[in-house]
């Protein structure tokens, strides 16, 4: 399905587009459309990023995923803080436990950053160490979780 953006979200002649703005724009544009966010696979730009393709897979989720708008709001806000424009953005990847945000960097190179699904959605890892972690398959994970297990470890749970 392709998803051109509504002349009225459009911005102004020599305007920037917030980015946040555009991403939580698009969530709610989606919303009105037939598409879940259980069912999306991909969201692709198209370098001016005004025509968006959005690829579905019937049940490519479980039904608890988040809802879209949250996690673009999330991804928009990351992606304001590391000044990366929406003529930037590539394509948006939906996995079961993690979100790809893929986008043009500096000398045109393509750059990565990976989002965790729990709770809503926050940030894999640092942003220099991306590509590396969703290339290995490990994540991070706070002290306090490891700890616990240590203790569940130490008292005979498993």
């Known amino acids: ?19 946040a ?4 724009g698009l969530a709610r544009d989606l ?9 999306l696979v991909a969201l692709v730009f198209e370098a001016n990023g005004l025509d968006v393709q959005v690829i579905t897979k019937r049940k490519a989720h479980p039904s608890s995923y988040p809802a879209l708008g949250d ?8 992606c304001m803080e590391e000044k990366i424009a929406v003529n930037q953005l ?7 436990h993690h ?26 890892t640092p942003r220099a160490a991306s590509a590396a972690v969703l290339e290995d398959g490990t994540a991070s994970r706070s002290a306090a979780a490891s700890a616990g297990r240590e203790e569940d470890r130490a008292a005979g749970k498993r």
């Open 31 to 39: 919303a009105r459309s037939a598409v879940a966010s259980s069912e």
């Open 99 to 124: 979100v790809t945000v893929e986008f043009q960097g500096a000398g045109q190179r393509s750059e990565t950053r990976g989002y965790l699904i729990s709770a809503v959605l926050r940030p894999a």
């Open 21 to 24: 703005e555009y991403l939580r």
């Open 71 to 78: 996690m673009l709001g999330v991804i928009g806000s990351n």
């Open 1 to 19: 399905m392709r998803f051109v953006v509504p002349a009225s979200a459009r911005p102004a002649p020599g305007r920037t587009v917030d980015t």
């Open 90 to 96: 590539r394509r948006i990847a939906f996995g079961d």
